[in-house]
């Protein structure tokens, strides 16, 4: 095992790496409670007609699995400390446009990741994917990334009732006496607090601590004796396979977008995690990725086998930096986070106590932590500020991920050929503007 992950080359041991697999899992493990609850439209109090919730207790299931296998591959046949699991912001897209925004079910939306995975192979094989990534301009992928976090705090500020509708101007805050609204305030000053003094997990630390606050003042109900925190798997038939079976119903315009969207995004996450964790790991050589694309792979096996269980968009993690923070250097950090998201199934029953409230803080924390990617746009150029603002803006205004995208790649192209810089815009982007133009063709 030592010989397998160059432990003596990398100067790292068993001990190191298994406490950089326990960090990195607790800095990630507020998303076992955070997608079963996006999944699911929790907060959501009302569905439009025809729109249903997935079970929770599958996708719980679905999520601390998927985590697991993605986060095996990465670290056998990557060897990178990286953990993987679905993705922040794609989950809020799948379950807040596609299947609340645009009444197309989960069960088609799940074939779109699928779709969308077996389409990342394929690129990942072909050594497209890693093309496709350098023609889309750096200043829009920092862009999509904040807009991502914007639309992920919005909808955090939703749920727990902070901002609420307002017939005289859209929005207004909410009720600041309301004891749910203040328990969400708690755990968001908290949560704060905790990521201030750099505690890692302080997140996960901090819906733990609200749940308790909660059950504490009689707002939540606690769990009730050993069945209450532990016990069996949960079943993942209400959502197994279900990928497969509704395969025929993507083939529509409107699933073409929404599949070229989980594509964009997960193309971006992915790259941007990996850069990131092998620069602080020291892990680059001559500023290129050793094993790029058994990572790519890894990664593109993850979104399918995520789909196949039963979740949205599988993809790496940032907060892997955790764990290289705390020594991890090799594939084996990956391989003991993945050993916790296994044992991590035996503990459903706690979802119960993770209401909207205590989701909330962490939906907003990890909005912060994404629209840092604004510090790397190019302002002071208008033809650059233009898309990048109408990106980043148009996502929680329009309540999509997609919109906010095809808003931002149609003015592109329009604002760099009016400065004189139609030969910097890759054939690519004068691709995705004739396709995004026909989409809102036909939204309309």
């Known amino acids: 095992m030592k010989k397998y992950f160059r432990f003596e080359e990398l100067g790292t041991n068993y001990r190191t790496e298994f406490m950089a697999g326990l960090t990195t899992f607790l800095a990630m493990a507020y998303i076992l409670f955070v997608n079963p609850s996006t999944l699911a439209l929790v907060g959501i109090e009302n569905l439009p007609?025809?729109?249903?919730?997935?079970?929770?207790?599958?996708?719980?299931?679905?999520?601390?699995?998927?985590?697991?296998?993605?986060?095996l591959f990465m670290g056998l046949i990557a060897k990178y400390p990286i953990a993987l699991a679905p993705g922040m912001g794609l989950n809020a897209f799948f379950a807040y446009t596609v299947v609340l925004g645009y009444g197309i079910p989960w069960e088609t939306a799940l074939s779109g990741v699928l779709a969308s995975g077996l389409i990342f192979i394929v690129l990942t094989l072909t050594g497209l994917r890693e093309k496709i990534i350098n023609a889309i301009p750096a200043n829009l992928k920092m862009a999509v990334g904040a807009g991502i976090g914007f639309f992920?705090?919005?909808?955090?500020?939703?749920?727990?009732?902070?901002?609420?509708?307002?017939?005289?101007?859209?929005?207004?805050?909410?009720?600041?006496?309301?004891?749910?609204v203040l328990l969400a305030v708690f755990g968001l000053v908290i949560s704060i607090i905790l990521m201030t003094v750099g505690i890692r997990g302080g997140i996960f630390y901090g819906m733990i601590i609200t749940?308790?606050?909660?059950?504490?003042?009689?707002?939540?109900?606690?769990?009730?004796?050993?069945?209450?925190?532990?016990?069996?798997?949960?079943?993942?038939?209400?959502?197994?396979?279900?990928?497969?079976?509704?395969?025929?119903?993507?083939?529509?315009?409107?699933?073409?977008?929404?599949?070229?969207?989980?594509?964009?995004?997960?193309?971006?996450?992915?790259?941007?995690?990996l850069v990131a964790v092998a620069n602080q790991a020291g892990l680059m050589k001559d500023n290129k990725l050793p094993r790029a694309g058994k990572a790519l792979f890894a990664d593109s096996a993850a979104t399918v086998a995520g789909a196949t269980l039963g979740t949205?968009?599988?993809?790496?993690?940032?907060?892997s930096t955790a764990g290289v923070g705390a020594g991890g250097r090799t594939g084996f950090t990956a391989v003991v986070t993945a050993m916790f998201f296994l044992l991590a199934l035996f503990f459903s029953p706690l979802l119960s106590v993770i209401t909207a409230e205590v989701t909330a803080?962490?939906?907003?924390?990890?909005?912060?932590?994404?629209?840092?990617?604004?510090?790397?746009?190019?302002?002071d150029q208008f033809e650059i500020a233009v898309p990048a603002f109408l990106i980043v803006i148009a996502m929680p205004l329009t309540y999509s991920i997609a919109t906010g995208i095809a808003i931002g790649f149609i003015f592109y192209p329009i604002t760099m050929l009016l400065k004189g810089r139609a030969k910097e815009v890759h054939p690519v982007m004068y691709f995705l503007f004739v396709i995004f133009v026909l989409y809102f063709i036909f939204l309309s």
Request: hydrophobic share 55%; no cysteine.
């Open 49 to 71: 007609n025809g729109v249903t919730r997935m079970d929770q207790d599958a996708v719980f299931a679905a999520t601390a699995i998927a985590a697991a296998i993605s986060s």
């Open 152 to 180: 992920i705090a919005f909808i955090g500020f939703q749920n727990s009732g902070i901002i609420v509708a307002n017939e005289a101007t859209l929005l207004g805050l909410g009720d600041l006496t309301s004891p749910t």
């Open 211 to 273: 749940a308790i606050v909660g059950m504490v003042v009689g707002l939540i109900t606690p769990p009730s004796g050993v069945d209450g925190i532990v016990s069996n798997v949960p079943s993942l038939a209400p959502t197994f396979g279900q990928a497969f079976v509704n395969f025929g119903d993507i083939f529509t315009l409107q699933m073409l977008v929404v599949i070229l969207t989980f594509l964009f995004v997960d193309f971006f996450d992915t790259a941007g995690t």
């Open 312 to 319: 949205s968009t599988t993809t790496a993690y940032v907060e």
């Open 361 to 379: 803080p962490a939906l907003i924390i990890v909005g912060v932590l994404m629209s840092s990617a604004l510090k790397n746009i190019e302002w």
